[in-house]
């Protein structure tokens, strides 16, 4: 070992850092660690505005420097720290996607004026139904390290949606993953039932890693790089095994599409769903979603393009599964929140049916399938929020039988989102299904687009029945109220259903953005 | 054991053995078998983990001898520190008592292990035996570069090619510290948490509690020891309190029958008698 010491080692080189393009990403990864800080020095009841006013600005500050960048950004887009983040138009569409979402669902988060104190219980550490327990419902203080814990997840995605390696790429993975099993597991009403969600997401979540990091080592055995262009070149004719590709390639997809939540790997979304605090599942269920398919347009497109034929045909299974599992069993559900999870595996299917379509075209409209469908179920978990009765949320759906009559602009509201996650014209819903179907038309998925059509429409017969029922029946007697939201979340729903409005009527913004440019492959 | 063996095979190539080398293999191999096969016969879990320690701590040594320092450090770390302790935790959580049930839960366990068990150890033959045999020595590896895999190497690689994961992982840590305080830490003292014994002292003579003292307990005669059984006041009569509300809920004729008994109203047998009541004794009639 001496000889070893002995021996000078040359000067390490740090790698080029461009700070500009990661600085979004550096900023809410930085707040994040604020936050922190903020729990452990400011007194208690400075921490919930503290939070909120850093929350806030953190995500405004990243969003401004993402404007900044973006004009002057190269249009192939750049690589850097040692080409372990890629920084490409895809990437800062996801980023900015990401942020605007997350706005959006820090705002629920923080609103306090529907449930006193907040959708967080006070002390998490204490056990469900204890005398402590039952003391701490009526107290009005909550886990302010909701805040960081979101940020860090946040952060996590932005690095998972540019991660050009996989190794980073299973890291931020982890940092998007471990927040949110934590946030599930915080909500002040349904304790019991919300630490389960935590438990089952985080046991499920783990086997899923597992899957992504033993896929990952197969691929480093196969391409002897974790790098995503190494992987591409050697895919590209060469006579190594097969057998480690396509298992590490198949190892890999479990694990992201158990995060985007599609067919076979849904299992923990209902419950999840039905468990996390409402204001968690928003975020969960609109920012995980782009996260996870970003990464895995990524993934399929730079490294495994050249073999797509070998495992596009899989992926055709599993989008067909996914739509069947979503459309079926949403229509058997009685819970509004189970019944938008399952209308999430739906449209999980038809997501991947975008990504799996590697052209241009398929790019873009993935890209703006998930811009639209990230504010509408953002704006339908803020809705579901406000109807409430004793005993918190009232989200059995016979609780929503007449709600028209009790409050005709929630039922509005809801109705027309329930209208986009159908796909009805007008909404973005429409849009973001048409770009998607016609990319997977003029790629030769013809059949993949007819199924996809059928079932949309199985799909759409539980939304409208939701709607029939909150327009056409009686309401019942001890139904429940709908809450006047503050300020937070009306902010919130208005910017889910605008932007939801918005890219119905005039999607073309938003799709040039989403097809200003390709992944850079370096 | 691979790597020694395969390091014996190279010895007769162009690689020599110092007899230093020797001399701590001759020692350290014999210890680690000797670990292995003691943590398996052992009866004890916690004996066992102990010999696993033992075997781990040689073959950490083994390879700091084979000029890998960094995996021998890693073993004894990560294994034998973090990992083992970590084993140790779960059986002492579990009690160190407990032991193994024998009871095949999955029908043919044990022929499926017993056959999985004989393949494991064909394949570990044939790979020992083809280095003991034809295997041509790979020249000594230059720890700085990433492929010597030594600790230099991965520290150039952890500060160059992947600086970005290497520093992402701080976030993943602070996650996974806050959580652990978010999901255990309780403010006990605070507003909502338990109360010390002054404040609780305080409470109850303010009149936040039904009465300052501790309610009396049940009677205890020689006739019952029932936590029915009320206690009766120094001038005989009973005391309510020292009945808890639940017995209410439990059959009222016996609980009124025992409060008479004990209120001295019923009939009393002789002082005597083994029987404690007319209704035990009629009981007994019945069975």
Redesign the interface.
Known sequence: ?NV?LA?Q?DR????AIDYAAILPMLII?GA??IG?LF?AFLPKHQRWPGQVVLTLLAIAAAGVALGAYVGGSPAEGTTT?????SIDRPALFLWGTLLALALGAVLLIADRSIEPGGAFV?????APGTV?DR??VG?TGM?T?VF??AL?AL??MM?FCSANDL??MF??L??LS??L??MC??ARRRRLLSQEAAVKYFLLGAFASAFFLYGLALLYGYAGSVKLADIANATAGTDRSDTLLFAGLGLLMVGLLFKGSVGPFHTWTPDVYQGAPTPVTAFMAACTKVAAFGGMLRVLTVAFESTSWEWRGVLWGVAIVSMLIGAVLGLTQTDVKRMIAYSSIAHAGFLLIGTMALTEDGLSGTLFYLLAYGFTTLAAFGVISLVRDSTGEATHLSAWAGLAKRSPLLAAVFTFLLLALAGIPLTSGFVGKFVVFSAALSDGMAPLVVIALVFSAVAAFFYLRVVVLMYFSEPAADGPTVSVPGAFTTAAITLGVAVTLLLGVLPAFALDWAGAGGFAIS | MTPTALFLAQAGADATVSTGEAISFWVLAPIAVAGALGMIFARNAVHSALWLVLTMLSLGMLY?IQ?A?FLGFTQIIVYTGAIMMLFLFVLMMVGRESSDSVVEVLRGQRLAAAILGIGVAGVLAGALTRALADVTPAPPLD??TPEGG?A?GL??LI???????FE??S??L???A??A???????RHG????RSQRELVEARFRGEYERPSPKPGPGVFATSNSVATPALLPDGSVAPESLSELIESTSAAKLSGERKQVAGDTPQPDAHSLTGSEEQSEERENS
Do not use: H
Request: net charge negative; hydrophobic share 50%.
């Open positions: 070992m070893f021996q080692a390490i080189e740090l790698p990864l994040a660690c922190v729990e720290l040692s080409g372990t983040l006070a002390q998490a550490g204490i402590q003391a701490q107290s886990q390290e960081p814990l860090f952060g996590g690095a190794l980073t890291i931020a982890e940092v471990l927040p099993y934590l597991g915080l | 700091l000029q320092p720890p700085w030594a230099g520290g150039r500060f160059s090619d992947y600086l970005f994961p992402l992982t976030a993943l602070i996650t996974a806050m959580g305080m978010v999901l255990a830490f309780t403010d507003k909502t948490g338990k």
